[in-house]
């Protein structure tokens, strides 16, 4: 009885989650998780109804490739989701695929704000992604970051990418230091200090944000 009360107290909870609420990583035993919570358009698709078992999920599926790839994939199923520290690949295979490679081919940046980018010194920058591969705002703006990538220069090598749960919670130690409350969330570090960071959607688009954040103009939106 204890088991299906969690399951039912977690899938409430999970209802109430989406990419722009957050219940934050206690720091011990015994702290509260506090919810934060703001007023936006509802997604147009619902938060999973399950807990999230993560990346050990996925153990033994042998599906074959082709299979795997016209399956159409419930990104709202615990199992498909990914776990602490991605790599790019895993993004651009199935089942992500789907939803990676098209956002990707279909985003073109603005070559204004390119070509300022390229004129800015990005030797000693790294950025950290940090995504639900169950968010539809993470599956629309993680592809487009990546094109903007490519086409800026920024060597994909020093882009980290954090999967997260529903509670934007990640199975690594030091997460929790990230602070992060909405996902998507961009963090550009330079030398290892925080430059700035996009919050779950940019404030004009990727391209400018990135540039005013390396600039340092940037104003974050304020939740």
Not at 17 to 36: D, L, P, Q
Not at 139 to 166: H, N, Q, S, Y
Request: hydrophobic residues 40%; negative net charge; proline residues 6%.
């Amino acid at each position: 009885m204890k088991i299906i009360s969690i399951i039912t107290i977690i899938a409430v909870l999970a209802v109430a989650a989406g990419c722009g609420t957050s219940r934050k990583h206690a720091a011990g035993a015994g702290e509260t998780a506090t919810v934060a919570a703001k007023d936006q358009p509802a997604s147009d698709e619902a938060v999973p109804e399950t807990a999230p078992f993560g990346n050990a999920a996925l153990a033994g599926k042998e599906e074959a490739e082709s299979e795997a790839a016209t399956h159409v994939w419930d990104f709202r199923d615990a199992t498909t989701w990914l776990l602490g520290d991605i790599s790019l690949q895993r993004l651009a295979e199935p089942p992500h695929a789907s939803w990676y490679l098209e956002g990707y081919a279909s985003y073109n940046p603005d070559p204004e704000y390119l070509e300022q980018l390229r004129k800015i010194d990005i030797s000693n920058l790294t950025v950290t992604v940090v995504l639900g591969t169950w968010c539809p705002d993470s599956r629309r703006e993680v592809p487009r970051f990546m094109k903007l990538a490519d086409v800026w220069g920024f060597p994909t090598d020093r882009i980290r990418f954090i999967g997260v749960d529903i509670n934007k919670v990640a199975p690594l130690d030091e997460y929790a230091s990230l602070g992060i409350e909405r996902v998507p969330t961009f963090i550009f570090f330079e030398n290892n200090s925080e430059r700035g960071r996009i919050i779950e959607i940019p404030v004009s688009s990727l391209e400018q944000d990135s540039r005013d954040i390396l600039e340092g103009k940037y104003e974050p939106i304020k939740f």
